[in-house]
């Protein structure tokens, strides 16, 4: 749903001021005539209901510097979201090349509260962070700080694990049912033991090069209702198991359980009933071929939205069909679940299209054709080649917010919204953003859009097409519940030296 809102205005305090008088910062509205940036060491003020001792103010204060990594800011999104648009009209009006670039803000207390509704929800099932979903070295650092498992595709995502330093190899499944016979032997290298397989082929690959590996067989389940369907690609039928396990016997190879995967944006909660069902009787044909399975990896397609339902019926299923489990530990691969919504991607109007007619007195009731008609066109400086990859290849359907408007964070709230396109900057006609979404029409170049929801399957498979650069990503550690718990677990790295450089999206501009 889109819709214009007059975003609260966050009142960030410096940390130096915090034990005398807090400073209000005002001076955000009409950013354009203003040069006061608000400190990014600011936070916004807690809520009298949430009293600040003394020692808090200290950890809060204490700062977090990784090497080799952008800067983990302070405070709540909206006030770094406001920050960056005042950064890029300051840029501009120096003439800087690329002032006005789109930029994520990532919050990086989100993912920290997600794991707590994770484990009280599902506290049975060990998370292992699906790293496809978004490899972000701070959303890494702080998973792997937390103690998450991680699921890994390719070489690359395991190196980047290990290479944080704090995660053993035990901590990762590599979850590729197909992978290159060059990453399984790199994989036995590493000490990566837990994979998973859906065919025959690839037990003769793992028999080659990694004998030792703990396997796991992909079964196929039911993922129609998914967002994206997996299926067509990986899992094996049920019928075709007791044959996978034989031959996996006589290969002399180690198969420790099941593993399925819903299908990714899994809004059909009765589908993880289905998949644990068919996992029973995945177990029952593993006993039959002399196996004692231990594993149940229950896969990913976890929704922010329907979590709660979705962990039910799971933890019901699991009940049903697993009833005696105590030599079985059972693991999950979410992804999107942990970071959806921990970015926030900030877009500026770089052109519009207005109508021919725009000026004239508008028809007081727009008839329904109307509705459904775009009455402007806006242009953004990110698109599906970019940030928006997740709309072609993740089905998603995004819809923005105004950021700011003529100067401006406050719009007003009289403002009519009319039905309006929004497209990305390349020469490419299927690079469009909103084909249909609701703004006002009054929004001119140089105005700012935020689209949230932004975390999952985007930064991570943009491109360069058209020479239009991945956008930067600006972290925080939030400004609300959470944000002291991310600086205190975050900052057992600033003195560890492991880590790789920093690789996606570039520095914080
Ligand atoms: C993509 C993927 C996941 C993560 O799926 P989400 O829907 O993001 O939770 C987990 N496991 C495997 C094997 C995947 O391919």
Redesign the pocket.
């Given at each position: 749903m889109s819709r214009v809102e007059v975003i609260s205005a966050q009142v960030p305090i410096e940390c130096e001021n915090v034990r005398s008088e807090p400073t209000l910062v005002r001076s955000q509205e009409d950013f354009f005539g203003s040069t006061a940036e608000i400190s990014v060491n600011g936070f916004p003020s807690t809520s009298p209901s949430i009293p600040l001792s003394v020692n808090d103010l200290h950890n809060t204060c204490e700062d977090v510097h990784i090497p080799h990594m952008p800067p983990l800011l302070r405070g709540h999104a909206e006030l770094h979201l406001r920050n960056g648009v005042m950064r890029a009209s300051r840029l501009s009006a120096m003439h800087e090349p690329d002032a006005e670039k789109a930029f994520f803000v990532a919050d990086l207390s989100y993912v920290y509260k997600q794991h707590e509704r994770w484990k009280r929800c599902l506290p049975a099932i060990e998370p292992f962070y699906?790293v496809?979903?978004n490899p972000d070295p701070y959303v890494l650092r702080v998973l792997a700080a937390l103690g998450t498992g991680f699921?890994c595709?390719s070489n690359n995502e395991i190196s980047r694990v290990l290479d944080l330093g704090i995660v053993d190899p035990s901590r990762i499944i590599f979850?590729?049912p197909c992978k290159a016979l060059s990453f399984i032997r790199n994989a036995a290298k590493a000490g990566v033991e837990m994979m998973?397989f859906d065919n025959v082929d690839e037990l003769h690959k793992i028999a080659r090069s990694h004998p030792r590996a703990k396997l796991v067989v992909?079964i196929l389940t039911d993922d129609s209702k998914s967002l994206?369907a997996?299926g067509t690609k990986?899992g094996a039928p049920l019928v075709t198991v007791p044959g996978l396990l034989s031959t996996a016997r006589r290969l002399n190879l180690s198969v420790i359980g099941i593993?399925f995967?819903v299908?990714?944006?899994?809004f059909d909660t009765s589908a993880f009933a289905d998949a644990v069902a068919h996992a029973r009787t995945a177990f029952d044909m593993g006993k039959e071929a002399g196996y004692d399975f231990t594993l149940l990896d229950v896969?990913?397609?976890?929704e922010d939205a329907t979590f709660e339902a979705s962990a039910r019926i799971l933890s019901e299923a699991i009940e049903h069909y697993f009833p005696n489990r105590e030599s079985i530990r059972i693991i999950a691969?979410?992804?999107?679940?942990y970071v959806s919504n921990a970015f926030h991607l900030a877009g500026n109007i770089i052109a519009r299209r207005a109508p021919l007619d725009e000026g004239k007195r508008e028809a007081p009731v727009p008839s329904d054709e109307d509705s459904k008609t775009p009455r402007v066109m806006y242009y953004i400086n990110d698109g599906v080649y970019g940030s928006f990859n997740c709309i072609l290849f993740d089905h998603q359907i995004v819809h923005p917010h105004v950021l700011s408007m003529g100067g401006s964070f406050h719009v007003p709230s009289t403002e009519p919204l009319r039905p309006c396109s929004v497209w990305g900057p390349t020469c490419d006609s299927i690079d469009c953003v909103c084909p249909l979404t609701q703004l006002p029409t009054s929004l001119s170049v140089g105005d700012w859009l935020v689209f949230e929801n932004m975390g999952?399957?985007t930064v991570c498979a943009a491109s360069q097409f058209n020479g239009f650069e991945v956008s930067n990503v600006i972290y925080t550690s939030g400004g609300g519940a959470g944000s002291l718990e991310v600086r205190r677990i975050l900052s057992d790295f600033s003195t560890a030296s492991g880590g790789s450089d920093f690789e996606i999206g570039g520095g914080a501009g």
């Open positions: 699906a496809k979903c699921d595709a979850a590729n998973t992909r994206c997996l990986f593993s995967h299908g990714s944006g899994c896969g990913g397609g976890f691969e979410p992804g999107r679940f999952a399957y």
